[in-house]
Each structure stands twice: as structure tokens, then as C-alpha cells.
């Protein structure tokens, strides 16, 4: 059984940072020496990499940087992209149209393809309207999310990774940081060839970590780019030959990202992917039991991994929240759109656990009835 350090609830359900197995914890509370001097680091940092690799599906080399999240999204957009630099952004959700934002903050040229936040990619005609603003726009990079945890859904990545080969794109960029160890990831299948992610979500490990999967494709792209920065991913690629990495690594980040996907993988993936599926279908049955609306459209795919659903009638966001605190329940509101008017529970690595959700109804339930 799985233990755990005690949570920051009662009832730990934010979709992220999610509770870290005590394990994970053990792993990374030592005592290490200098990563950019001790022989054993940079076997350690590969072996990571590996673990890592089989939870994204790749045989491509995983990065290991420095930083949460957000660090691999900035990172791949500017180790990649120069000024006018064409990007064709698909989005179902604040995050997904935010990448478009991103690379055009510093002079991208960009085409969004923005669908309905409560949509995934492949409802109505978004397919055909991707691949004709892949054959008009000509871009040289796709950008799509995976999991839109605003949204509480799952993006289908196949058909825009078939586009991205049959169509001649350069570059296919995934962000995958709600989904990594919690539900199928197909890195190379989907020819993605920047898949990014991070510690703190499905590998619930601390916050401090980016991961991203790189094709020889996107090395090369690299080394043409040649951005420079604390964010560029190009001097990971030779840290192998050089003995030695771009900066002085956190080997504590590293050796929690070992223990949370060792985790993963004893339990078995398949095993690990089923609990998550489970603990998603309980959590949206017991909320329509009791008379929630959820906010994906009955044709979108919900993500294992979080549920967004309509704060009822009669709350504010803050009563709301209010309300399921003084029952131990912590849960996240949303953005864009849907701030003030969905709220999230997170149901991923550590927390996609049954009788946690049950628990969390039970506080849905006192709250609601109140």
C-alpha cells in the first residue's frame, strides 16, 4: 500500500500541485552532492529519463530542467521559433489558445484555431479546419494540448499527429502536463516532436521540474535557432559528452521524479491508467447524481485525470468554495471564460484514489444540501 505524508486537506483535490507519496518524498529528502561533479549523477539523470520516456511513449531523448511546468512551454517555443516564424495553434481551452499567445509575444506569426472551450479536438468540422489552415498558412509549428484542465478534457492527438507527417510540418509541440502517468501518452505514434510536461501534476512529485520529450527533428531545428537562456533546451544534448550539464541541476528534483515514476510503473501503467479512468467515472457520476451539469459538451471526451463541472445556482465562486472548506474539501475554480463559473477537482496521480472521491462527494453532498 502506498503511503502518504499527511496532505495539505482533508480532502486534497486541486488539480495540481497534488499530493506527494511519502516515498517521493524519502527519495528527495537527502543529502546530495554536486551534479555538476559527482560521476553518478549523469547515469542517474539518463536512467530518470528513461523512466520518464516509457510513461510518454517515446524513444526520444527526455530533458530534464529546472523549474515547474511552465518552464517547458516557454522553453520549446523559443529553443525551436525565431521571429516570424509561423505557428498554427489549436485550442480548445485557455491554455491551448495561450501557447499561440506565447510564440507571438515574441514575434511569431500565428494562426489560432480556437474552438469551444467545452469541445475536444475532432467534434463538428475542427478537423477539416485545421487541415485546411495547415495547407493555406503552411505553419512550422503545430501547438495542441492534450489535457485542458480548465476544462476538465482530453484532447485526441492521433489525427493531428497523421496531419503533421502527411502534410509536412516541421514541428508538432504537445502540452501533456495534465496527463503524463495518468492516462495513454503516444509520443512517437502521434509524431510529436516536443512533448512537455511536468512534476507536479499526474507523477505527483513537488513543483519543480519541466520534462520534455525531443525528436532528432526538433535538435535540429535547434541547433539552427541557437536561442541562448537559461530556458534553452539545446545544451541538454550534449551534456553527455561534456560530463556535465548547462547548470547546476537539482538532483533532488531528479531523484523525486524517479521515485514517483518508479511508482507509476510498479504498479503497472495499464493498472495506473485504469484507477485514473475509475476515479474519473465515479467522480462524474456521483456530481450529475447529485444534479451537477458538467461543463464539457456531451460530445467532448472528459479527462481522466480532472473534472470541471457548473457551480450550482444560488453560490458565488467564493461561497462555494466557502462551503466545501468548512467540510475539508479543496478544490480549484477555473479560468477565461469559465472563471467564477465551474469549478475543478483534481483527480490525478496521488488523488485518483476511490475512496478519496468518495469523501469528496460526501462534502459535495453536505455542502450542497446545507
Sequence with gaps: MTKYIKPYAP?????????????VYDAACRDFGSGQSEEDFLPFYHQTGRLLADLMGTQN???????????ALWAALKSCLKPK??????????????????????????QAISLPYSSTIGNGDSLERIETAIKTFKPKMLTAVHCETPSGTLNPLFALGEM????????????AVASVGGTEVFTD????????????????????????????????????????GYDSILPFKTIYDDGRCPYTPYWHGIAALNAAARLILAEGRQKAFDRHRAVAEQCRQGLKDLGFALFPAPDAECAPTVTAAIIPEGFTWQDWRAGLRKRGLVVAGSFGPMSGKVFRLGHMGAQADE????????????????
Excluded at 480532502?11 to 516515498?23: D, F, K, L, R, S
Excluded at 509524431?191 to 525528436?215: E, F, W, Y
Excluded at 475512496?355 to 446545507?370: F, N
Aim: charged share 15%; with cysteine; glycine share 10%.
Design 11 to 23: 480532502i486534497p483535490m486541486i488539480p495540481g500541485p497534488t499530493t506527494v507519496p511519502q516515498a
Design 164 to 175: 503533421k507527417k502527411r502534410l509536412g510540418i516541421p514541428l508538432f509541440y504537445v502540452d
Design 85 to 110: 516564424d509561423r505557428v498554427l495553434s489549436v485550442g480548445t481551452g485557455v491554455f491551448g489558445d495561450g501557447i499561440g499567445e506565447m510564440a507571438q509575444s515574441f514575434g511569431c506569426e500565428v
Design 355 to 370: 475512496k478519496l472521491m468518495q469523501k469528496a462527494l460526501g462534502a459535495i453532498r453536505e455542502t450542497i444540501r446545507a
Design 189 to 228: 505514434l502521434w509524431n510529436v516532436d516536443l512533448m512537455l510536461t511536468g512534476s507536479q501534476k499526474c507523477l505527483s512529485a513537488p513543483a519543480s521540474m519541466s520534462m520534455i520529450a525531443v525528436s532528432p527533428a526538433a535538435w535540429d531545428c535547434m541547433a539552427q535557432v541557437k536561442y541562448q
Design 61 to 71: 531523448e527526455v530533458v530534464m530542467m529546472t523549474g515547474e511546468a511552465m518552464l
